[in-house]
């Protein structure tokens, strides 16, 4: 086996696969938006904080910069298609405007105006959560530190603590318009 060095502007793409998680927000007008993300991840447990960085030159960023909440999905690998025509900028699929993305997204959504952005009905869970932090990265990315303000499991996946009750499939990125999803799950025994 042989390493060689890499493109720098692409070692991200050593990090792959990552969940595509779905973001939902509101402008400061009312109107939602849903958007797939895969930049994000769990740094605190208590309390439940997580983070998120989304490009800057997108909509989304706009509105959590207008915003102190967001919502975020977890959506099943039988959902790509409709989390690949969310993803417009990158998957060249073109709307007239938002609310025609979420309805052709043909992903069943929930679009209650009180909560922070759509949600997915039907993944594996979605949850709520209200951003404590902006720290400038001076990167072509915002960040945002999230503390979860409520969590809903979809029975078909998970108990009511979270704990999986059959393989899990969430829809996971490689690059560009290649995903996965982990193969079976297994377990290995705790130590003495």
């Known amino acids: 086996m042989t390493n060689r060095a ?15 998680y779905l973001i939902g927000t509101r402008s400061p007008d009312g109107e939602a938006n849903l958007i797939p993300v895969s930049n994000l991840t769990s740094i605190s447990t208590d309390p439940q904080l997580i983070v998120i960085a989304v490009y800057r030159a997108w909509k989304t960023y706009d509105n959590l910069q207008a ?20 993803g417009a900028r990158y998957s ?17 959504l929930d679009l209650n105006p009180d909560l922070p952005g759509p949600v997915l009905t039907d993944g594996i869970g979605w949850l709520s959560c209200h951003i404590t932090s902006r720290p400038d990265i001076d990167g072509d990315h915002g960040v945002y530190i999230g503390q979860i303000t409520h969590v809903e499991f979809n029975d078909d996946y998970l108990t009511q603590d979270g704990t999986p009750t059959s393989d899990l499939h969430p829809l996971m990125q490689i690059t560009g318009n290649r995903f996965t999803t982990p193969g079976p799950a297994f377990t290995i025994p705790y130590g003495q």
Do not use: C
């Open 6 to 20: 890499g493109s720098l502007p692409r070692a991200h793409r050593l990090l792959a696969p990552r969940i595509a």
């Open 67 to 86: 915003s102190d909440t967001f919502t975020l999905s977890v959506p099943t690998v039988e959902q790509q298609d409709g989390v690949w025509r969310l």
């Open 92 to 108: 060249r699929y073109d709307f007239p405007d938002r609310t025609t993305k979420l309805t052709e997204s043909g992903l069943t």
